[in-house]
Nanobody
Framework: QVQLVESGGGLVQAGGSLRLSCAASGRRFSINAMAWYRQAPGKQRESVAVISSDGSTNYADSVKGRFTISRDNAKNTVYLQMNSLKPEDTAVYYC??????????????WGPGTQVTVSS
């Protein structure tokens, strides 16, 4: 079994910063792309940032220049540094990773989510 667990969410004032972390754990596996998604109340889940296995990144237009995704392959961990936070960034943030357990094919794995609330 492979699991993803997020941490680092919380309540912050507009203009503040938060850093989210997501670690993959379990038996032997390989990780390809890793990503962060978010879902605000009443809205669909949307992609925030993606990082490939070679480190290339892609961001939603709404977070470009404010958020930075990075990963530590030795720790099987992906991070999301969020700066200049806005009330509209309030959402549950989910970690996603393309993981191949030993002896199996690649599949999409999700963390349980972490709440980020930005007050005005």
């Amino acid at each position: 079994q492979v699991q993803l667990v997020e941490s680092g969410g919380g309540l912050v004032q507009a203009g503040g910063s938060l850093r989210l972390s997501c670690a993959a754990s379990g038996r032997r596996f390989s990780i390809n792309a890793m990503a962060w998604y978010r879902q605000a109340p009443g809205k669909q889940r949307e992609s925030v940032a993606v990082i490939s296995s070679d480190g290339s990144t892609n961001y939603a237009d709404s977070v470009k220049g404010r958020f930075t995704i990075s990963r530590d392959n030795a720790k099987n961990t992906v991070y999301l540094q969020m700066n200049s936070l806005k009330p509209e960034d309030t959402a549950v943030y989910y970690c996603n990773a393309d993981i191949r357990p030993v002896g199996m094919g690649y599949g999409a794995y999700w963390g349980p989510g972490t709440q980020v609330t930005v007050s005005s």
